[in-house]
């Protein structure tokens, strides 16, 4: 299976201030078809995940543009330019090219 | 309006089965993969299983490899997960999610909890 590494696993930040999740594949993400599977999720407490980037940079429609998504082949982040309170909450990757398909541990984001 | 409603949830005995069901709705269901993910009580996402638009292809995760069966009626835009020989380690809220590269859209989660 695929492991991936998220980190850090705790991420305080204080308002208004950048964020940045690193996760990390164990083998390249880059598919047969070209593409590369590299999902973002937010769960915020007591709620279902819901998909924030796919396709490593494509933002979801509705999600805040300070949300970005960057990377290649085993090695991907997730930039929030400037953490709102309402971005609180726990953080997955997902990789979504390989057999069976594999979350990150999750990165907790709270506000300091 | 994509929606994804789980059911068949509950309390069952290590060793017994259940079957959860998802109704799909606000898109065309024959159209997507599909993909089950869980969550242990305080715990990460877990990738469960996955099936193909048709349902000719299934995939699971080696923990539930021989004892789950994923499954999906296009004519009722319904997909299930049996799950049988349950353990106490399965005990989870079970997320249907539409797509199998990508996943965009959730259900609100039913929670299974295996115990005596």
């Known amino acids: 299976d695929v492991v991936m590494t998220q980190s850090p696993l705790s991420l305080p930040v204080t308002l208004g201030q950048p964020a940045s999740i690193s996760c990390r594949s164990g083998?390249?993400?880059?598919?047969?078809?070209?593409?590369?599977?590299l999902t973002w999720f937010q769960q915020r407490p007591g709620q279902s995940p819901r998909r924030l980037i796919y396709?490593?940079?494509n933002r979801d429609s509705g999600v805040p543009d300070r949300f970005s998504g960057s990377g290649s082949g085993t090695d991907f982040t997730l930039t929030i330019s400037r953490v709102e309170a309402e971005d609180v909450g726990v953080y997955y990757c997902m990789q979504g090219t390989h057999w069976p398909r594999t979350f990150g541990q999750g990165t907790k984001l709270e506000i300091k | 309006e994509v929606q994804l409603l789980e059911s068949g949830g509950g309390l069952v005995q290590p060793g017994g089965s259940l079957r959860l069901s998802c109704a799909a709705s606000?898109?065309?269901?024959?159209?997507?993969?599909m993909t089950w993910v869980r969550q242990a009580p305080g715990k990460g996402l877990e990738w469960v299983s996955g099936?193909?638009?048709?349902?000719?292809?299934?995939y699971y995760t080696d923990s539930v490899q021989g004892r789950f069966i994923v499954s999906r009626d296009n004519s009722k835009n319904t997909l299930y997960l049996e799950m049988n020989s349950l353990r106490a380690e399965d005990t989870a809220v079970y997320y249907c999610?539409?797509?199998?590269?990508?996943?965009?859209?959730w259900g609100q989660g039913t929670l299974v909890t295996v115990s005596s």
């Open positions: 083998q390249s993400l880059v598919s047969s078809d070209g593409n590369t599977y």
């Open positions: 099936i193909s638009s048709s349902g000719s292809n299934t």
């Open positions: 999610a539409k797509g199998h590269f990508t996943v965009d859209y």
């Open positions: 606000g898109f065309t269901f024959s159209s997507y993969g």
């Open positions: 396709k490593v940079s």
